[in-house]
């Protein structure tokens, strides 16, 4: 299971732009700039979250794309979802059927309720989860997230790609 670039980059905008404080407008050059992310990428990801309804495009020589909402308003599971849909989904059997037509454990299927139960947990967190909560530095997310969860994850055991 991995998040998409485009998920993981469209949180990256949005995050960038919830940093400058409410009704900050950027353009797409500056997120460009701020996220190491090509214009075209951006403008793509800026197409896509404001016909989500996460940004506004404002005109004329200040203009840019401001957040439509608080970051306080705008979940992490939202973002995602609209950028890359979800882990689990209605269709996700009818994609995964091989070579048949219908799935052959369709009607008795021991790996669907895991990832059902995946679905929910991820669910459960993201989208209680804000672009306002993500305001924090590495150590201080680690310790909202194990309070959040009521579990204590190791930084050890988190693994860093950067």
């Known amino acids: ?3 998409s670039a ?24 500056e997120i460009s ?3 190491g992310l090509s214009i075209p990428n951006v403008a793509k990801l800026m197409r896509l ?7 506004a495009s404002v005109r004329g020589q200040s203009g840019g ?4 909402r608080t970051a306080e308003q705008i979940t992490v599971g939202s973002v995602l979802e609209l950028l890359g849909g979800r882990l689990f989904g ?22 669907r309720p895991v990832w059902q139960t995946l679905q929910v947990m991820i669910d459960q967190v993201l989208n209680r989860m804000t672009l306002g909560d993500l305001h924090r530095n590495e150590a201080e997310m680690m310790r909202f997230l194990n309070e959040r969860t009521h579990q204590v994850l190791p930084v050890s055991q988190i693994r860093h790609s950067a």
Do not use: W
Not at 18 to 29: D, K, N, Y
């Open 33 to 35: 700039r701020a996220e």
């Open 6 to 29: 485009q998920e993981e980059y469209g949180l990256r905008c949005l995050l960038h732009m919830a940093r400058q404080g409410e009704g900050a407008s950027l353009s797409i050059p």
């Open 65 to 68: 794309y401001t957040l439509s």
């Open 1 to 3: 299971m991995k998040l």
């Open 90 to 111: 209605p269709s996700f059997c009818d994609r995964h059927s091989g070579l048949q037509e219908v799935c052959a454990h369709n009607q008795d299927c021991s790996i």
């Open 49 to 55: 979250l404001r016909m989500g309804g996460f940004v």
